[in-house]
């Protein structure tokens, strides 16, 4: 469970989080729905310690993401609005295979679960392949599997269709739904699109860094989603 306590986060004097509270449980898929500017990006980056409160406790299965951001990162996995800021190595398999790399997983113990990985996303076609001449689709593929092969309890997904077309629009969305349905993998989806919500149980509506509505989606009409400035 990640626990959001009073939370507050000023980036210099702005105030961009406004007292958040907001529980999310094992295994459920979360939507945090917003206009561009309302503080999505920023309450994400809190689930896995990229920022930390200026005011107020982000909690991650015990743990306080001020006290230990390593094992906080390895339970929440993150994936950004562009996939490229999170490709490090030229080569996809190698790119995937950089976080197991970096804790100190065997060599062999690394190939199996990269090539695990790559057929899971049904993209082994892709291991070869330089990161810089793959399609954005494939990019945040790669993105995907490198958060995968880590086995985090929770991904967090930052505006996943801005930059895909609708037939990779509809790829990603069936593969988080099912990451969420078979490997009850907790989700958080932020977006500011009605039409990526389809998926997630819950639905978290922000507006101007505060929590306007959290609830179950079936409880969620029209008048919230236009007092958060959204298209309905
Ligand atoms: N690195 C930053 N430095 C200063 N201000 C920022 C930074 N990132 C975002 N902001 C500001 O914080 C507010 C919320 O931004 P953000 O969390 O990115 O919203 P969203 O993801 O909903 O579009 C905006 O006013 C934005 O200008
Ligand atoms: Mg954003």
Request: proline residues 2%.
């Amino acid at each position: 469970m990640i626990q959001i306590k009073n939370l507050y986060f000023k980036y210099e004097d702005e105030l961009v989080l406004n007292n958040i509270n907001l529980r999310l449980n094992d295994s459920s898929y979360t939507a945090i729905i917003g206009a561009n500017g309302s503080g999505k990006t920023t309450l994400a980056k809190h689930l896995n310690a990229l920022l930390l409160p200026t005011k107020g406790t982000v909690i991650v299965d015990e743990i306080d993401t001020k006290k230990d951001q390593f094992n906080v990162r390895k339970n929440v996995g993150f994936i950004f609005q562009s996939p490229e800021d999170q490709l490090v190595h030229s080569i996809v398999e190698e790119d995937i295979a950089f976080g197991l790399e970096n804790i100190g997983i065997e060599t062999d113990a690394i190939k199996n679960k990269v090539r695990t990985i790559l057929r899971l996303l049904n993209i082994e076609y892709l291991a070869k392949k330089n990161v810089n001449m793959i399609s954005a689709g494939q990019k945040q593929l790669t993105a995907l599997a490198g958060v995968l092969v880590m086995e985090p309890k929770y991904i967090v997904f930052d505006e996943p269709t801005t930059t895909l077309d609708n037939k990779n629009k509809r790829n990603i969305m069936g593969i988080i739904a099912k990451l969420n349905k078979k490997d009850k993998i907790g989700i958080i989806l932020v977006t500011n699109l009605l039409s990526d919500i389809k998926y997630a149980e819950n639905v978290v509506v922000m507006g101007e860094g505060k929590i306007i509505f959290n609830d179950k989606k079936s409880k969620l009409n029209k008048s919230i989603l236009k007092k958060a400035g959204l298209d309905v």
